[in-house]
């Protein structure tokens, strides 16, 4: 969890670079010009949705086991893979080394670490769990999510081979099927998560076993199946790929706000305060579950796609969900994990409501700069006497100013709620480690006085 | 309250394992045969990349040029969309932007070979289809189909 906190730190750097690049085009273009910056930014971010998620798993499966994990030497080597690849990922960017594709443009080869540590992952995972009978639906999500995340990497991998490349389109196919799919596997490591959280919060354990967190589950894991074709409805490819997305594709936002709105419900006000900072980012996190959710189905409709795909529309809707839901959610997390540390937080409570407060709003202003931009740009793509592409972006720049300098503020408040989490972290370690070395030269010396 | 939490949670019948099996099973299968299927019927069979394009896709890769421009809509927004820039544009416009570069995009410095290759993939993409979003037509259901 530490480790992905730093990369969401890096990652929010580099999307700042990025946004600079919007406004003064040019800008760090020998150094770190944007095919690096872009890279950097959405890889950084994407692992530490990774390592949230997979930090997050590991300690709630121990909790809810009340046991440790089948093999601590086993998860070590996985996070020494993990770290090792994203590593040489990122430094591989800096030095202009690419080779993939979108999203996962780092030479073919630093995947193997990813998958070999992925397969260790799994393993462990299952072997950690005792009994597959009468489990509770978050240990069917994670199960679900450690699986799925496997077949479509390896799904995206596919291009390797020249029978999946030797056309455009059918590349583009099979890429968009395996991302598509891809982000609802992490998604439901995350959500998994999120119930197991909501659990601990209410402490009432039948609703992650009843029928409808099962058929609300199951309905998502349908979407995941189906509903990637959203992605591609203006690529000359299967009709009928994109008819199943369309009929699936709107279904799974509106299941999982449900799911948080009826939870909240129930929780008395003894409980809620019990997480409080963990609780306050579930409720942030289920505001954007709706506004992501209003966009989402719009977008998920062909005919207004089609104005909407290519647009930064698109990047409002991935920094919605990024952010508002799937980020929040794994800080809910962190601060759920990290708050019982050596040292207290109660001293930073105002501090971490000022974060809260500064990161939200920021986000907001961030998500409909982002959709204004998309709008201008939807009507000149659709205009009959289009002006040049760069003209049209310097109308656009007023945007981009109020989208870097919201991302400015969102990084400010971000860093108010990070930077406590990951200095106590460290300074217990330090502590840990300065008590076992005195405890260590105490034995010595009681030894040396025997003796 | 405890009538208002055990009133809310009146839905909490518990699945039964056999059924959650079933489920599952059925939705992977569902899942595997569709994906297989796409594998063995990919959706064009004319119209297959060169040698020389194939390479160029390479270039593309290598270079990440897809951080800043889009194929078919897909891809970063720094730059234009690159799908139909061969005919739209023409061979020696687009090796004058890779010699030179732009303000905004660097000059790779790229060899006549990758040059070449670059372009003949541009080309091959090109021949694929429109990614001109004004050549759908909207249709009552909310679908949409090119002219």
Aim: glycine share 6%; proline share 3%; aromatic share 16%.
């Amino acid at each position: 969890m530490v480790a992905g906190l730093l990369l969401l730190g890096a990652g929010m750097l580099f999307g700042l670079t990025g946004a600079m690049q919007y406004i003064r085009p040019g800008f760090l273009k020998e150094a770190l010009s944007f095919e690096k910056t872009r890279p950097l930014h959405v890889s950084s971010v994407v692992f530490w949705i990774i390592f949230g998620a997979v930090g997050t798993m590991t300690t709630y499966l121990q909790q809810y086991t009340g046991k440790k994990l089948y093999s601590h030497l086993l998860f070590q080597l996985q996070l020494l893979l993990f770290s090792a690849a994203v590593l040489a990922i990122l430094v591989s960017y800096f030095f202009g080394v690419f080779g993939g594709r979108e999203y996962w443009e780092f030479n073919p080869v630093l995947a193997i670490p990813i998958v070999l540590g992925w397969l260790l992952f799994l393993f462990n995972f299952i072997k950690s769990i005792e009994s597959f009978k009468s489990q509770p639906v978050y240990i069917w999500m994670w199960l679900t999510g450690l699986f799925f995340f496997l077949f479509t990497f390896l799904e995206s991998y596919l291009w390797i081979f020249p029978y999946f490349r030797n056309n455009i389109i059918n590349d583009m196919t099979v890429q968009w099927k395996s991302y598509g799919s891809m982000v609802g596997a992490w998604n439901m490591l995350i959500y998994g998560s999120s119930i197991f959280l909501m659990e601990k919060i209410s402490g009432n354990k039948d609703y992650s076993r009843s029928k409808i967190a099962f058929a609300l589950y199951f309905t998502g894991l349908f979407n995941l199946m189906f509903n990637w074709g959203h992605h591609i409805y203006t690529l000359p490819t299967y009709p009928f790929i994109k008819h199943i997305s369309y009929a699936v594709s709107m279904t799974e936002l509106v299941i999982f706000g449900r799911i948080l709105f009826k939870w909240q419900s129930t929780v008395s006000d003894a409980r809620k305060l019990f997480h409080q900072t963990a609780y306050r980012f579930l409720v942030a996190a289920d505001v954007w579950v709706f506004l992501s959710l209003g966009l989402a189905i719009l977008m998920s409709i062909p005919a207004i796609n089609v104005y909407t795909h290519g647009t930064h529309i698109t990047v409002a809707h991935t920094m919605g969900t990024t952010i508002g839901i799937n980020s929040f959610l794994l800080l809910a997390f962190a601060f759920d994990l990290l708050y019982d540390s050596c040292r207290p937080f109660s001293m930073l409570k105002n501090r971490l409501r000022l974060g809260y407060w500064i990161t939200n709003i920021s986000l907001f202003i961030f998500w409909i700069s982002l959709i204004i931009a998309g709008v201008w740009k939807a009507r000149w793509q659709m205009s009959t006497n289009k002006i040049p592409f760069n003209e049209m972006m310097l109308q656009l720049k007023p945007c981009f100013i109020i989208i870097l300098n919201s991302g400015i503020l969102m990084f400010i408040g971000i860093l108010i709620l990070i930077f406590p989490l990951i200095k106590n972290q460290v300074l217990c370690y330090l502590d840990t480690r300065a008590k076992q070395i005195k405890n260590n030269n105490r034995n010595a010396a009681d030894a040396y006085s025997i003796d | 309250m405890d009538n208002f939490v055990s009133n809310s949670f009146s839905f909490t019948t518990m699945a039964s394992d056999r059924q959650k099996n079933i489920i599952i099973t059925l939705l992977i299968a569902a899942f595997l045969l569709y994906s297989f299927y796409l594998y063995s019927t990919l959706p064009v069979q004319r119209y297959r990349s060169s040698e020389v394009s194939d390479r160029g896709k390479m270039v593309w890769q290598r270079y990440n040029c897809i951080s800043c421009h889009q194929i078919y809509g897909l891809g970063g927004y720094l730059g234009p969309d690159l799908t139909n820039v061969y005919s739209f544009r023409g061979k020696d416009y687009i090796k004058a932007f890779l010699m030179t570069g732009t303000p905004t995009m660097p000059n790779f410095n790229l060899s006549d070979e990758d040059m070449n290759d670059l372009i003949s993939y541009l080309n091959n993409i090109d021949s694929s289809g429109k990614s001109d979003p004004r050549t759908f037509t909207i249709k009552p259901d909310g679908t949409i189909e090119q002219k």
